[in-house]
């Protein structure tokens, strides 16, 4: 049975910095792009970043990019969004969720149940 469990969620003041993790069981996170995504209340489900095939490729959304970093531990199985300079507009659920197919708005094989992050300001 295949699992991803969210990690690391919490509050914090505007400029701190969380961790989050997204740890697999029943898969192999290596074999399959690794995204995550955030879900502010009231709002779609937007995209973070992706980490794929086990660190070979990483990419963000713009808004994020400089502040965020995403990273693996293959012996793990775990996924890392590290999240720095936090902004209360970053406020929202994070998820993480896999994919094998390129584009990040195809339907994802499966997904965590996600770890909330409040920024106050």
């Known amino acids: 049975q295949v699992q991803l469990v969210e990690s690391g969620g919490g509050l914090v003041q505007a400029g701190d910095s969380l961790k989050l993790s997204c740890a697999a069981s029943?898969?192999?996170?290596?074999?399959?792009?690794v995204d995550w995504f955030r879900q502010a209340p009231g709002k779609e489900r937007k995209f973070v970043g992706r980490?794929?095939?086990?660190?070979?490729?990483?990419t963000y959304t713009d808004s994020v990019k400089g502040r965020f970093t995403i990273s693996s531990d293959n012996a793990k199985n775990t996924v890392y969004l590290q999240m720095n300079n936090l902004k209360p507009e970053d406020t929202a659920v994070y998820y993480c969720?896999?994919?094998?197919?390129?584009?990040?708005?195809?339907?994802?094989?499966?997904w965590g149940q996600g770890t909330q992050v409040t920024v106050s300001s």
């Open positions: 029943g898969l192999t996170f290596s074999s399959y792009h």
């Open positions: 980490i794929s095939w086990g660190g070979s490729r990483i």
């Open positions: 969720a896999v994919s094998q197919k390129a584009l990040v708005t195809a339907n994802h094989d499966y």
